[in-house]
């Protein structure tokens, strides 16, 4: 049996749509520009390992690809904290707060490691 997803029962229409509920426009452009950064970041690495590069040069590399994505993570528990959870807490059923409180712990201990 598939486990349910207790995101439905949060009351963040996000969720059943899939959507954030609010997103700051000049926060979406600086992460859609960070990603593509990233995503730059990616090719150049592929390239550095099919060019047999020293390995201490590549792993600087994938360090600078991981704190990238932290940031970009960063501000989209931001965005969710802001919106989805603000908007949960204040207006979401018992039940719905219950299943809010254990997905921000689960994304808080996701994102820690």
């Known amino acids: 049996m598939k486990k349910q997803s207790h995101a439905a029962d949060c009351g ?9 509920l609010g997103v700051d426009p000049k926060i979406k452009a600086a ?4 990603l593509r950064r990233i995503e730059g970041q990616i090719r150049g690495l592929q390239q550095m390992v ?7 040069d590549i792993l600087m590399q994938i360090s600078s690809v ?13 965005n969710h ?15 719905q707060t219950a299943v809010m409180h254990e997905e921000l712990l689960q994304l808080i201990q996701r994102y820690s490691r």
């Not at 992460?31 to 960070?34: A, D, G, I, S, Y």
């Not at 099919?50 to 201490?56: F, G, L, N």
């Not at 802001?82 to 018992?94: K, P």
Request: hydrophobic share 25%; proline share 0%.
């Open 12 to 20: 963040c229409d996000a969720h059943r749509q899939r959507k954030a």
């Open 31 to 34: 992460n859609t520009k960070r």
């Open 50 to 56: 099919s060019e047999d590069r020293y390995c201490a």
């Open 66 to 78: 991981q704190e990238a994505l932290r940031g970009v993570g960063r501000e989209l528990l931001r």
């Open 81 to 95: 904290l802001r919106h989805c959870v603000t908007q949960t807490l204040r207006e979401g059923s018992e039940k």
